[in-house]
C-alpha cells in the first residue's frame, strides 16, 4: 500500500494513525492487543452474515468471524489493510457490512462523532457495531494524562458516553465487557509478575485497560397507520311517522 492515492488525505491524521500503529508494536500496547484478542475472538463467534468490517490503527491481524463469509481491514494507508479510506470517508453502501468492528478506531480520531456516523451507517439493520476503546477509569487512564508517546493523544472515551451516542445513532447496547487488569508497565518480567490480576476480569470489573460494547441496529418498522377518529354516534330514535292522507280530494 502507498500513499500516492492519497495526496489530499489529512496529513495530521495520518501521522495520527502512524503513530498509534507504533504504540500498538510495542511492549504496552501489546499486551492490550493480546487480552483483547481473548475477548474478541469470544464474542466473534457468535456472529453470522456476508461481510464483516474491521477498523483500527493496530498492525496485528485481528481475529475473523468464523461464522461471517468475508473479513476486510479498512483504513488508512498501511500494510494489511485491504479498503483504503479516509477516516469519514469509507467507501462503503449504506448498510453493506453485517459486522463492524472498531477496535481503538474512537481512541485515535480526528472526529470521534463523524466517525462513528460513518461506521453506523454501514451496518445493516439489525447489524452489529463492536467498539473497543481504552478505558479512561483505570491506570491506562492515568498513564494517559502523563504520557510521552502516542498513548497521550488517546481520546480515551468512556464507555457510557460512547453508550449514548450508539442510542442517539439507532443502536440498542446488548453488551458490556472489560478485560486486562495489569498496569501499562513496559517490562515483561513485571507483566508476567502481575498476570494474576486478571482473574478479575470474572468479576467484569470496571476498572480494566479497555471495555468492549456490542450494540444491535435497530430495524426501523413500519409506521403505523393512525385511523381516523370517530366521533361518537348518538343514539338513534325513532320519529313519528307523517298522517298520510289517502282519501280523494273532493272536487
Not at 23 to 35: I, N, Y
Not at 135 to 150: C, E, K, Q, V, Y
Not at 198 to 212: A, H, I, M, V
Request: charged share 20%; with cysteine; hydrophobic share 40%.
Amino acid at each position: 500500500m502507498t500513499d500516492e492515492a492519497f495526496a489530499q488525505a489529512d496529513p495530521q491524521w495520518l501521522e495520527l494513525i502512524g503513530a498509534a500503529r507504533e504504540w500498538f508494536s510495542g511492549p504496552v500496547g501489546q499486551l492490550l492487543l493480546e487480552e483483547e484478542r481473548k475477548v474478541l475472538e469470544e464474542e466473534l463467534e457468535r456472529f453470522f452474515g456476508g461481510y464483516l468490517v474491521h477498523y483500527g490503527p493496530s498492525a496485528q491481524p485481528p481475529p475473523e468471524a468464523r461464522q461471517v463469509q468475508r473479513n476486510v481491514r479498512l483504513g488508512a494507508p498501511l500494510p494489511g489493510v485491504e479498503i483504503v479510506c479516509e477516516e469519514q470517508a469509507w467507501p462503503l453502501s449504506e448498510h453493506a457490512a453485517d459486522v463492524v468492528v472498531m477496535q481503538h478506531g474512537l481512541d485515535f480520531c480526528l472526529s470521534p462523532h463523524g466517525l462513528l456516523r460513518e461506521a453506523a451507517s454501514s451496518v445493516r439493520p439489525g447489524g452489529h457495531l463492536v467498539i473497543i476503546g481504552i478505558n479512561p477509569w483505570s491506570t491506562w487512564g492515568i498513564r494517559h494524562l502523563f504520557a510521552n508517546d502516542a498513548l497521550r493523544r488517546a481520546r480515551c472515551i468512556s464507555p457510557s458516553r460512547v453508550g449514548d451516542w450508539l442510542n442517539l445513532l439507532g443502536f440498542a447496547l446488548e453488551k458490556r465487557r472489560f478485560g486486562c487488569y495489569r498496569p501499562p508497565l513496559a517490562s515483561p518480567a513485571w507483566q508476567h509478575r502481575l498476570s494474576g490480576l486478571e482473574r478479575l476480569g470474572g468479576w467484569q470489573s470496571p476498572g480494566s485497560g479497555f471495555y468492549l460494547l456490542v450494540a444491535r441496529k435497530l430495524v426501523v418498522g413500519l409506521r403505523p397507520v393512525r385511523m381516523p377518529r370517530r366521533e361518537p354516534i348518538g343514539k338513534l330514535l325513532p320519529l313519528p311517522m307523517a298522517k298520510v292522507n289517502r282519501r280523494t280530494p273532493e272536487p
